[in-house]
Nanobody
Framework: VQLQASGGGWVQAGGSLRLSCAAS????????MGWFRQAPGKEREFVAV????????YVADSVKGRFTISRNNVENTVLLQMNSLKPEDTAVYYC???????????????WGQGTQVTVSS
């Protein structure tokens, strides 16, 4: 599976962005799809995940109520809608695919290249 993330950019605090991750291959629906982020000088952290069929989603406490993850198994895409953005959301955001497991980076086999999100105060 090859993953291509897009949609990052610069936004003022309180604004919104929508990240998109396009996947190649016919096995997209066999992977849980997650988003992680990494800020300068910090470890990569879990943001959100959606299960293979899309029936369950989980988000980190730090983004709960602001970020929503969704997927389309026909178009092989996963989206991360980010609202009410805060300066602390500034990071490189990565989409990733996991055959099993949900919350840990080590569960994920395939990673996209990352897209920068910058939120100014």
């Amino acid at each position: 599976v090859q993953l291509q993330a897009s949609g990052g950019g610069w936004v003022q605090a309180g604004g919104s962005l929508r990240l998109s991750c396009a996947a190649s291959g016919r096995t997209f629906s066999t992977y849980n799809m997650g988003w992680f982020r990494q800020a300068p000088g910090k470890e990569r952290e879990f943001v959100a995940v959606i299960t293979k069929s899309g029936t369950s989603t989980y988000v980190a406490d730090s983004v709960k109520g602001r970020f929503t993850i969704s997927r389309n198994n026909v178009e092989n895409t996963v989206l991360l809608q980010m609202n009410s953005l805060k300066p602390e959301d500034t990071a490189v955001y990565y989409c990733a695919a996991s055959p099993r497991g949900l919350f840990y980076a080590s569960n994920y086999t395939y990673w996209g290249q990352g897209t920068q999100v910058t939120v100014s105060s």
